[in-house]
């Protein structure tokens, strides 16, 4: 199984970006699908999350900015950044839970990373 992040860039603060993360390889379900980011320095934490029903959670400092979705007959998850911010500069990280049989046993698998820059 891998995930394949795509969508990073060099935006303006102000300006949006939209990420996207597919999973390819032997998968009977997904989980949880989630996006992480880390910033020079400082820890990997938890941007956004969305079960395989669409509930969604967000941190603080994207709530109303960031939408995560996802689109199950794909395996993929999105992540629309608006009104980004320098603060919001990290490599962004996917994230899933994701079973290759019918077997209960759940595995992590995460992206390869992609950077996102906000600056003038």
């Known amino acids: 199984v891998q995930l394949q992040a795509s969508g990073g860039g060099l935006v303006q603060p102000g300006g949006s970006l939209r990420l996207s993360c597919a999973a390819s390889?032997?998968?009977?379900?997904?989980?949880?699908m989630a996006w992480h980011r880390q910033a020079p320095g400082k820890q990997r934490e938890l941007v956004a999350t969305i079960t395989y029903g669409g509930s969604t959670h967000y941190a603080d400092s994207v709530k109303g900015r960031f939408t995560i979705s996802r689109d199950n007959a794909k395996n993929t998850v999105y992540l629309q950044m608006n009104s980004l911010k320098p603060e919001d500069t990290a490599v962004y990280y996917c994230?899933?839970?994701?079973?290759?049989?019918?077997?209960?046993?759940?595995?992590?698998?995460w992206g390869q990373g992609t950077q996102v820059t906000v600056s003038s």
């Open positions: 390889g032997t998968i009977f379900s997904i989980n949880v």
């Open positions: 994230y899933a839970q994701i079973r290759s049989s019918p077997n209960p046993r759940w595995s992590d698998y």
